[in-house]
Every structure is written in C-alpha cells, then in structure tokens.
C-alpha cells in the first residue's frame, strides 16, 4: 500500500505517518515528489485497511500497489530518480550519464593512461573493475583492494566519479569506502543477500541485469536494494543471451521504454557486453541514447590487442572521441544533453 500525502503535509505530518506504519511493524518507505511525498509501506504479508492511516492528519488517500515491487514503481513516484554523485555529476537527469573506462584495473599504467584520455574526452565517470567474476577460474581476477586502491588515485588526480564492481560480502566492504558507485554484476543480479548488503550501503548501486533476467526479475532485483532503504539504484541493460551468434549477447534496447513506462529508476546502456565486439559499440550507443538511456558504460582501453578481459569489445580512447561526439548530436533532439 502506498500512502499518499497531501501537497502541504508538514515534515511531522509525515514523520507520524511513518512512526504509525513502524508501530504496526512494518518498515515505512517516505519518497519526496515534486508535487508531494507518497510513504510506501514493506514487511507486511497481506494487504493493509486504509482507514488505519487515511484519517491521520496530512494523509489524502491510500492507494494498493497493483504490482509485485512496491518501491521501484511509477506508482510510488511519477518523477524520474536523479541520481547525485556531487560536483554535479547526476545520472537519471536531463545531462546523459557517460561511464567509460576499462573491463578491469589490470595496473597503475594502464588504468591511468585510460583514466586520463578518458578525462580529457569529456566522460565524468571511470569505469573498472578490481574484482572480477570470470567464467574460468584460471583467468584474470581483478587486483582486488590495489585495483581500487588505483581508483582511487584516478579519483583523485582526474576529478572522474569511480564505478567498480563488487562481487561478494567482503568485496562490497571495500568498494564501498573506495568508490562512487557500487556495480552489481550481471552474474550477481539475483544474489539476493549481496542485493541486501547493498540496500544497506550509502552508495549509489549500479545493478546489471542478469543474462536471462525478464523485466519484472530485474525490477524485483532493485527492490530488494530499495526495500533495505538505498533509493539510489541505477539499471543498466547490457545484452541477454539468445540464439544469436553475430555478437556475445542481444542488446534489448526494447526493455528501456518497458522500464521507464513501470519505473523511476534511471536505465543505462552498456552496448560493450551487450554486443561483445569492437565495431558495434558507436551504432549501438547512438541506438541506445535515441531510445531514451539515462547513459552509457562503455569499455575503453588503450591498448585493446594486450587487454587482460573483454578486449574484443573495448575500444580505444579516440573511438570514444567519436562516440561522444555522435551523442552531442543526437541528444538535443531528445532534450538531452552531454
Ligand atoms: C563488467 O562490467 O565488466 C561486467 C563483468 O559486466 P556484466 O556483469 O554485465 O557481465
Ligand atoms: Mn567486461
């Protein structure tokens, strides 16, 4: 159930609202909106009677959510969730979010030659993993704490927002205090403890969809980090597989109005492992902010041929260049800009 406030409900009108739902043992969820603040309510299992709340003061209906989420739907907020990571990057705004960097951090030269072009390109967000979850045991697994102790260096020295993923309990410990963003993996996007430990986080969480994830699993993947309390959660679609054998996964960039019609999450695109090859990376960003993505994550490296992970689908910095300027033009005519 979500209770709907008035437009002038006062900060104790609302405060008694959610101390009521607490009271009854249920978690209470106040998310402003521009014209007012809807409560939503989680932790009961059956519906709810609106009169236990319709008559308190500020309280102007109580409305029963028609879905499986509760937090994550238009219903509870009709407005778009702006992400701010501060120094005014947002992600979900009218400004298009562009996250480039390399699959992983595979050393301090390489992370920071690509940093620093992508920097000087115009990109506001560094991407890069230090933990990362291969399909072989034998591959490359990422620096782990010195990958993001890199990143933070990056941060540092090149004014970029860092977006690195974590894989596990003890790996989210770390992310957490080293980067901006916490990415939650397409392996990992039913790991519902970690979504959990996420939830709980004060960082901002980047939540992939997972390879044969339907729309309503990916969006009942961001309630759980939600319903925990972390409103901040980003959706990024980044392929699926099929039967396809032209590229490494499909590119459903069907699923981007299908998300932004049900929720006010912001959705971006990663067109590197939704396509897993070089060439199709520009066609398919340009599809993707024509569609109504909130952004891209792209993988740049700058030696693409001695890459440790996923260099097929890397592309180098001036490629990015390319990309960027492409998007400039694309986007006024969604009212975007970069
Ligand atoms: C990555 O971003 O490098 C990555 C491993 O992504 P995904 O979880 O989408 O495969
Ligand atoms: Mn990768």
């Excluded at 009271?23 to 932790?43: F, L, N, Q, V």
């Excluded at 219903?75 to 969730?81: A, I």
């Excluded at 291969?134 to 490359?140: A, E, H, I, K, Q």
Aim: proline letters at 5%.
């Amino acid at each position: 159930m979500l209770v709907m406030m008035k437009a002038h409900a006062t900060r104790e009108e609302i405060e008694a609202v959610c101390r009521k739902i607490e009271s009854m043992g249920y978690k209470a969820h106040p998310i402003p909106g521009i014209t007012r603040t809807a409560i939503g309510i989680t932790g009961n299992q059956g519906p709810l009677e609106a009169a236990a709340f319709e008559s308190l003061p500020g309280v102007t209906d109580c409305v029963p959510v028609s879905k499986p989420y509760k937090l994550v739907g238009r219903e509870l907020k009709e407005e778009t969730t702006v992400i701010d990571l501060g120094d005014g990057v947002r992600i979900g705004g009218k400004e298009l979010a562009i996250i480039a960097g390399p699959c992983a951090v595979e050393n301090r030269e390489q992370a920071r030659a690509t940093a620093k072009s992508v920097a000087a390109i115009g990109a506001k967000l560094f991407r890069g993993g230090a933990y990362k979850p291969r399909t072989s045991p034998y591959s490359f697994q990422g620096l782990a704490e010195d990958g993001l102790k890199i990143l933070a260096g990056i941060r540092e020295d090149y004014g970029l927002k860092i977006v690195t993923e974590a894989i596990d309990a003890e790996s989210i410990e770390l992310v957490e205090r080293y980067a901006d963003v916490i990415q939650i993996g397409a392996r990992n996007m039913q790991n519902f403890s970690l979504l959990k430990r996420a939830g709980r986080s004060k960082r901002p969480v980047l939540l992939k969809r997972g390879i044969s994830a339907t729309l309503d699993e990916l969006l009942m993947a961001a309630e759980y980090i939600l319903a925990e309390g972390n409103y901040n959660v980003i959706l990024c679609e980044r392929g699926i597989r099929t039967f396809t054998d032209h590229t490494r996964n499909t590119l459903d960039l069907s699923v981007i109005p299908a998300v932004q019609r049900l929720s006010h999450l912001p959705i971006i695109v990663d067109p590197s492992h939704g396509t897993g090859r070089r060439e199709k990376v520009i066609p398919l960003s340009r599809a993707a902010i024509a569609v109504g993505a909130d952004g891209l994550i792209i993988e740049v490296h700058n030696q693409p041929e001695n890459a440790l992970s996923d260099g097929n689908q890397s592309i180098q910095p001036p490629e990015l260049e390319q990309l960027l300027k492409e998007i400039r033009l694309i986007a006024p005519i969604l009212d975007r800009t970069l």
